[in-house]
Nanobody
């Protein structure tokens, strides 16, 4: 059974930084596009950043210049480096693996930005 396990969330002050990790198991990781999504209370789940199988990245406008997505295929792990965090970044962050019509989701990790 495929597993995606996120870690690295927590409470951080505005302007601070966090690095999220998503470790994948039982999956041919390198051929999947990997994405980070977030969902705030009462809102829909939105794309934050994606990195394709080939390493191409794309970001939501709200995080461009502040977040960086990367992947380490040797470790079956995708990362999201988040800097200059704002209260509006508060959400549960989810990892997703996609290939064609196949999608796998992690369980999410909470990020709270508050003073």
């Amino acid at each position: 059974q495929v597993q995606l396990v996120e870690s690295g969330g927590g409470l951080v002050q505005p302007g601070g930084s966090l690095r999220l990790s998503c470790a994948a198991s039982r999956i041919f990781f390198s051929i999947f596009d990997m994405g980070w999504y977030r969902q705030a209370p009462g809102k829909q789940r939105d794309l934050v950043a994606i990195i394709t199988e080939g390493g191409t990245t794309n970001y939501a406008d709200s995080v461009k210049g502040r977040f960086i997505i990367s992947r380490d295929n040797a470790k079956n792990t995708v990362y999201l480096q988040m800097t200059s965090l704002k209260p509006e970044d508060t959400a549960v962050y989810y990892c997703k693996a996609s290939r064609g019509s196949t999608n796998y989701w992690g369980q999410g990790t909470q990020v709270t930005v508050s003073s």
